[in-house]
C-alpha cells in the first residue's frame, strides 16, 4: 500500500514536471494525479502496458496523468 502511494506520488509528480504545471495540492495532488492518472491509463491505453511498479504501469500512467493534468489545467485556466 505505502509502495504504490510512493509510485503514485512520483508518477503524478513525473507528469507535472513534464506538462511544466504545478499540480495542485503538492504531495496529495501527486499521488491522486498518479492513481487517477493510472485509472485513466488503464482504461483507454491498455495496450501500451511497459515496465510495472508498485502496482501500476508506468507507461499508461504517466500517459494518463499527463492527459489528466491537461484537462485540470484547462479548467483551471477557463475559471
Same mark, same amino acid.
Given at each position: 500500500m505505502i509502495w504504490s502511494l510512493i509510485v503514485g506520488g512520483v508518477l503524478?509528480?513525473?507528469? %507535472?514536471?513534464?506538462m511544466g504545471?504545478?499540480?495542485p495540492g503538492g504531495i496529495i495532488g501527486?499521488?491522486?494525479a %498518479?492513481?487517477?492518472g493510472s485509472w485513466i491509463?488503464?482504461?483507454? +491505453?491498455? %495496450? +501500451?502496458?511497459g515496465p510495472e511498479m508498485g502496482g501500476f504501469y508506468v507507461?499508461?500512467?504517466l500517459l494518463g496523468a499527463i492527459i489528466l493534468i491537461a484537462i485540470v489545467s484547462f479548467i483551471?485556466?477557463?475559471r
Open positions: 503524478g509528480w513525473l507528469a %507535472g514536471l513534464i504545471k504545478d499540480i501527486n499521488i491522486i %498518479g492513481f487517477l491509463g488503464n482504461q483507454f +491505453l491498455s %495496450g +501500451l502496458g507507461i499508461p500512467t483551471m485556466k477557463k
